[in-house]
Nanobody, 130 residues
């Protein structure tokens, strides 16, 4: 089972940046799961898949990414294979980005990757003030 530990959340002003990290186990990263990603959830709102990155070659290439339209051009997902770590660089943050962010394993890695997740960490909170 995936072990996912997020860190890096905090409070920033609108327009600021944060970098989230997700430490995984070597067993998880690239060996068991073809893709990994991030989703967020704000109080009273539906969970939203934010970013996806492929961790091994298959129908797509290792390192290929996908983003929700709401964050495209502002967020960057990346990984460090040597450290078994996933990152989410969040730039030009907006108040509507405020949420708890979770590192997660999508149920599917195709076009519907953001629809469901099978494993996730404890989450890290992001607050954005206007």
């Amino acid at each position: 089972q995936a072990q996912l530990v997020e860190s890096g959340g905090g409070s920033v002003q609108a327009g600021g940046s944060l970098r989230l990290s997700c430490q995984t186990s070597a067993y998880t990263f690239g060996y068991v799961y073809v893709c990994m990603g991030w989703f967020r959830q704000a109080p009273g709102k539906a969970r939203e898949g934010v970013a996806l990155i492929f961790t091994s070659d298959g129908d797509t290439s290792d390192g290929d990414t996908a983003y929700a339209d709401s964050v495209k051009g502002r967020f960057i997902v990346s990984k460090d294979d040597a450290k078994n770590t996933l990152y989410l660089q969040m730039n030009n943050l907006k108040p509507e980005d405020a949420a708890t962010y979770y590192c997660a394993v999508p149920k599917h890695c195709g076009r519907d990757w953001s629809a469901a997740f099978t494993h996730w960490g404890q989450g890290t909170q992001v607050t954005v003030s206007s």
